[in-house]
């Protein structure tokens, strides 16, 4: 039922599905490219949770920052070796291209690790619960609340305080304008990936934490998530990328507490039937934003 | 200081430019007038790079800068107005022109260039922290030109900057080329407004689909092209459109 438990876990898995979005929107704000290969950030991530946690005696806190730092280095290759040389042809190159290096990633840890899926590492303190005022709550949730507001607030500033912020804004909403004020195409979009995948590097090891295992299709439900996420709240802004992620957090814990019994296993149907209600009634999102649909050429 | 030579774009299969050859020396201020869809927009986005030409040259202060990417022409000294004054709406006034002075910004100078925008367009001082597409038409116009001034460019680039502005909106943008040019700014103008235009420039071409039909003064120019017919692309010269 709706108590501080059921607030403080949504509010948590809202966190998680806004930090996932708002990295889809990173660069989609700019490209216009819809990136199917952003799961695999993720799945890279916890795969170097894995990695580094199983072959190495790193201490768990370098463990995770060095996962971010792989899923944000994977996202700055794939740009450079991937999207880049495809930027300016059509849409549908780009599109076809982001499938294509999902696979690629994919197979990469299909033939280096495994197929099955691996047990990751994690310290005790991330499984344990707290309790107050009544509540129940593992304290990875209230965890990844808090460092989702330290990482909006970084976020803000940098995109509100900062020249390269300001230029990635103005790239969203008028690419070739920027270009022409001296900003280097390559910069924004440079730095649009890798927020994308220091996002998903966070998510990864939240996202992986939940089971403890990772296996080469995980990067597949965060992708849905975020393209839903995104949907709902609207694919043009940054602030509509965070309230999809809330908002669909928020549906999906309340379909969890409402449907009977019988029906909780058709909870993901019930979820895009919503999907599919935005996309008729406001497919603009909740959030409509200010960004044009000018592709990048 | 700008050359170009025999340059050739397309837009797919239309051709656009056939051919022009046009130069701009240090210090003028130079027209580019034609009727709609004769290549003036075109002739300066090969310039600025945002469009790579089939064929032909530009150079730039003895550099060759035909097939660089926009960024790297505004570097070599190169800032345009682009058509339709292309603010970014969700940015505030403050921002767009610290964006406009992305590559040569230095806070002192940076702060000084502000005060002289300031002084040349006093509403953009008043609308300092508000987003750039609450401005209106005229103010946005100003802010385009301000910001492209931010990188204090060796050529200023105008595309159609009276366009859609009331007529006293365009008195003060016309007064205010000729005071960029009197501050010894070179300046190549686009204008559908011919006579306004020859009114202030040094020098006009008059590009007919996609050729530079004629060039010279603006005294030369009435007096040997019909420029009403140059604009329709008719005989009869008997429209009041423009003139």
Known sequence: ?297 | MLTIKDLTASYGAITALNGVCLEVAEGELVALLGSNGAGKSTTLKSICGVLRPVQGSVTFLGEEIANKAPEAVLKKGISMVPEGREIFGSLTVEENLRLGAFTSYQRDRYKADLEEMFSLFPILGERFTQPGGLLSGGEQQMLAIARALMSHPKLLMLDEPSLGLSPTMTDSIFELITTLRERGTTILLVEQNAERALEIVDRAYLLTTGSIEFSGTPEELRQRVDIASAYLGGGNGTCEVRL
Not at chain 1, 21 to 39: D, P, T
Not at chain 1, 118 to 129: C, G, H, Q, W, Y
Not at chain 1, 251 to 277: E, G, K, Q, T
């Open chain 1, 1 to 297: 039922m709706i108590d501080l438990e059921f607030i403080i876990n949504t509010i948590s898995l809202g966190s998680l599905y806004a930090l996932l979005s708002l990295g889809l929107v990173f660069v989609y704000g700019i490209l216009k490219l819809v990136n199917f290969a952003y799961g695999e950030y993720v799945m890279v991530g916890g795969y170097a949770l894995y990695v580094i946690g199983t072959f190495t005696g790193m201490p768990w806190y370098m463990t995770m920052v060095f996962a971010v730092l792989a899923a944000a280095f994977v996202s700055y290759m794939t740009e450079l070796v991937a999207f880049r040389p495809v930027r300016t042809k059509s849409l549908t190159a780009m599109l076809v291209t982001s499938f294509a290096v999902s696979v690629f990633l994919q197979n990469v840890v299909l033939i280096t690790i495994s197929s099955r899926s691996r047990a990751v590492r994690f310290p005790a303190f991330f499984s344990r619960t707290l309790e107050f005022a009544g509540a129940t709550v593992p304290l990875r949730n209230i965890l990844i609340i808090g460092i989702t507001i330290v990482l909006l607030t970084v976020l803000t500033i940098v995109m509100k305080r900062t020249v390269l912020g300001m230029a990635m804004r103005a790239a969203a909403d008028r690419f070739t304008t920027t270009r022409l004020m001296g900003v280097p195409a390559n910069l924004v979009i440079s730095a649009a990936f890798i927020i994308s995948g220091t996002l998903a590097g966070v998510v990864s090891i939240f996202w992986v934490g939940r089971s403890a295992s990772v296996d080469p299709l995980i990067g597949m439900a965060p992708l849905l998530i975020a393209f839903i996420a995104t949907v709902i709240g609207g694919m043009h802004s940054l602030v509509g990328a965070v309230i999809g992620g809330f908002v669909y957090g928020l549906l999906f814990n309340l379909l969890s507490i409402m449907l009977p019994a019988s029906l909780i296993s058709y909870r993901d149907a019930f979820m895009f039937v919503i999907v599919i209600l935005f996309l008729l009634f406001r497919p603009e999102g909740i959030w409509r934003g200010g960004y044009t649909e000018e592709r990048v050429g």
